[in-house]
């Protein structure tokens, strides 16, 4: 891996791709132009454009960025996207060929399960498993299995107007996934599992995490060896935050009765922004399946997990716009921001949307959130 922070030659490289065994096959030699754009908030998790002197024909194509640093080559890629709707110009001399191109999860999208499909709750099959199954079965991309024992708490049975990718992404959001303390020692359990891909067009299975859980990959610094662009916009809202949570949690009993215990936590904190004392109102938030590890709570768990929900709900989420030189990032990672000048010290923050342009220096426009927590 070359020094990101260092000068280096820096060259593009495109091949098409064989579907059937997601390897490289033939070089392409016409390309112009290329941008990569990556988007959570997208179905299909991103898209390209890539300009051509001739027309390639529906197919996969895997852009790289090669780099010369020390004497040593090195290739890496960039995204694996599926060209299709050409638009062709001419200029008098020459016919350029201007491709849309799309993750290869635009296969889950173009087509519907069967009217009725279900996975029904008596099978017992793992989400995860029976989720794998169904990218496998609707998508030549390959898929990287993760562990999950979560099963389904009822038949989950497909809409009219779902297509395989909105599908699978509902069915995996019931998987869950545990949450360990700092001494590793598992506490409660969270729901939901997203679809992510890597660079090389493979799917994997993402547990949803909030940024404070997570460790950064990169640091963006702004000192002489920074790869950070000069320009930066950070933007705000404080709507919607709670000052009150509730949680309210059941289990029925073998004697057929019910237990029900409740438990609150409030911000009262006159140096809390958010605090019902400075907002002079109450905002609430219940939560009524709580998932736990390990069974029952006591009331003590169950205020000690109001208060950790209150916590993650009282924070004031900044969305920072900045650009860089190419590092290897992807959305959904973690990273520190270090721009003294910007004020943003020590900041962590979530990729959320990156554009890659395949030009010179290989900026990279990337979009972030970090939070402040308002209380707790």
């Known amino acids: 891996m070359p020094n990101w922070s260092e000068s280096m030659q820096q060259d593009y490289e495109y091949y098409i791709v064989d579907p059937g065994t997601w390897r490289d096959v033939k070089r392409i030699l016409t390309v112009k132009n290329c941008t990569f754009n990556r988007d959570l908030d997208a179905e299909t998790l991103g898209s390209a454009t890539i300009d051509v002197t001739e027309s390639l024909g529906e197919c996969y194509v895997r852009g ?7 004497g040593i080559k ?4 960039l995204g694996t996207v599926l060209v299709q ?3 062709m110009s001419f200029d008098g001399k020459v016919q350029s060929t201007s491709l849309d191109a799309y993750t290869p999860l635009i296969e889950l999208k173009e087509n519907p399960p069967p009217l ?9 099959r793992p989400i995860i498993s029976a989720a794998y ?7 030549r991309a390959p898929v990287i299995p993760t562990e999950s024992d979560t099963t389904l708490s009822h038949d989950f049975v497909a809409d009219p107007n779902d297509t395989w990718l909105s599908y699978i992404n509902a069915l995996i959001a019931n998987a869950k996934y545990t949450v360990y303390d700092d001494a590793n020692n598992p506490r409660w359990t969270r729901t939901g599992y997203t679809l992510a891909l890597d660079e090389l067009g493979r799917v994997m299975f993402s547990p949803k995490r909030d940024t404070a859980s997570m460790q950064p990959v990169w640091t963006y610094n702004d000192d002489n060896s920074s790869i950070l662009h000069p320009e930066v916009s950070v933007n705000r809202d404080l709507y919607g935050i709670p000052n009150v949570v509730e949680v309210v949690y059941s289990h029925r009993l073998d004697n057929s009765g019910e237990l029900v215990r409740y438990a609150t936590a409030e911000n009262n904190d006159p140096n809390s922004p958010v605090s019902i004392p400075n907002r002079g ?3 609430t938030r219940r939560i009524t399946d709580p998932d736990f590890f390990g069974g029952v709570p006591s009331e003590r768990q169950l205020k000690e997990y109001a208060e950790q929900a209150l916590k993650e709900l009282s924070t004031l989420e900044y969305t920072v716009n900045y650009t860089h030189g190419y590092c290897p990032v992807r959305i959904g990672d973690c990273v520190r921001l270090n721009y003294t000048r910007a004020g943003l010290n020590n900041v962590k923050a979530k990729v959320i949307s990156q554009s890659i342009s395949c030009t010179p220096g290989c900026p990279v426009s990337e979009k972030a959130i970090f939070t402040n927590t308002l209380w707790g």
Do not use: S
């Open 116 to 124: 009725g499909y279900a996975i029904l709750k008596r099978d017992g």
């Open 281 to 283: 109102r109450r905002i």
């Open 74 to 77: 090195e290739k890496h890629p």
């Open 64 to 70: 790289y960025l090669v780099t010369y640093q020390n």
């Open 133 to 139: 199954d169904l990218l496998r079965g609707n998508m």
């Open 85 to 87: 709707t050409p638009a």
